[in-house]
């Protein structure tokens, strides 16, 4: 069993995967600024700290003989904000100067970064975007994630043993937490939900549980698979507009939504305004029915991505 290293542990997504890696047996060490439910547990360890005190964090990863480190801080779920502010740019780009250089000395084998599919250039066909599409963040959140992503990278590619994942996750949900779906049904300037005709486009998600399988499976591979690089972790396919108001209506409040006609010819330039470059969630009506979708192929030789709308729970 592995001894695996988590930070922003306390998150809904740092709660999650400590369960999934405890269940399997392995040691697990979480730090984040408050506590939770798993501390005295057996086989969990957590230090209170925030991800930028060098210090502390440092300490943990040179006196633990740690073998992986999934980093979750600085990355959204249901207890970031919204908007993406300057703060939380600086504390991510002093966070990259130190976590991964110190956690390689330390000679921890495999780096897990949380990514987001925000990195990638807008699409100009409808094929599906996969690992080798361009890049060109636009918003805070993506700059944020990709600088990231490349500090990782370039330290990787000068160690002789330690391996990085860069998992480019797609929107999370559950059962429970459903802000990103119903994000995309949500008219930020008349402040209304709709859809477009029959909603029949779809928007592509992660189911939380998929991006745990598959962060737990990584913990489990074989180290003589060549498993590093970047991965698109999403579900498998896209969930249909109709089918968010049909989940929310089941089980959550949505109020009432709108139905219009055509969504095709809407025109807007949503990163030119600085409430769509910082808001993490905003809805960009210009595709609203462009059916851009992610491809998961490389991930599902990981994971199962067993998961969707229809059984998260």
């Known amino acids: 069993m592995k001894t695996v290293f988590i930070t922003g542990a306390s998150g809904m997504i740092g709660l999650a995967v400590t369960e999934a890696l405890l269940e399997k047996g392995h040691k697990v060490i979480g730090t984040d600024t408050t506590p939770n439910s798993f501390v005295n547990q057996p086989?969990?360890?957590?230090?209170?700290?925030?991800?930028?005190?060098?210090?502390?964090?440092?300490?943990?990863?040179?006196?633990?003989?740690?073998?992986?480190?999934?980093?979750?801080?600085?990355?959204?779920?249901?207890?970031?904000?919204?908007?993406?502010?300057?703060?939380?740019?600086?504390?991510?780009?002093?966070?990259?100067?130190?976590?991964?250089?110190?956690?390689?000395?330390a000679g921890v084998g495999d780096i897990i970064l949380l990514s987001t599919h925000q990195v990638y250039a807008q699409q100009k066909t409808r094929e599906p975007i996969r690992e080798t599409s361009d890049e060109k963040p636009a918003t805070a959140y993506a700059k944020l994630k990709y600088e990231s992503e490349k500090t990782l990278s370039k330290l990787i590619a000068k160690s002789v043993s330690a391996k990085g994942v860069i998992a480019r996750v797609c929107p999370i949900y559950t059962k429970d937490f459903v802000d990103n779906l119903k994000a995309k049904i949500y008219d930020p300037n008349e402040g209304c939900s709709f859809i477009y005709g029959y909603g029949d486009y779809g928007y592509s998600f992660c189911c939380l549980y998929n991006l745990v399988d598959f962060i737990s499976c990584l913990v489990n591979i074989n180290p003589s698979t060549n498993y590093q690089g970047v991965y698109n972790v999403c579900d498998t396919k896209p969930i249909a507009a109709k089918d968010i108001v049909e989940f929310l209506r089941n089980g959550h409040k949505v109020g009432a939504v709108i139905q219009r006609s055509g969504g095709t010819g809407i025109k807007l330039n949503p990163f030119g305004a600085k409430g769509a470059k910082t808001d993490y969630r905003y809805n960009d009506l210009s595709v609203a029915c462009a059916n851009i979708s992610y491809d998961n192929t490389k991930a599902q030789r990981i994971a199962a991505f067993r998961w969707k709308l229809s059984n998260t729970k």
């Open 43 to 105: 086989n969990y360890s957590f230090v209170q700290a925030s991800i930028e005190d060098k210090s502390n964090i440092s300490n943990v990863l040179n006196g633990s003989q740690i073998d992986v480190l999934v980093h979750l801080a600085c990355s959204v779920d249901n207890d970031f904000p919204d908007v993406i502010s300057s703060a939380e740019e600086k504390k991510s780009a002093a966070v990259d100067k130190y976590l991964y250089k110190t956690a390689i000395d």
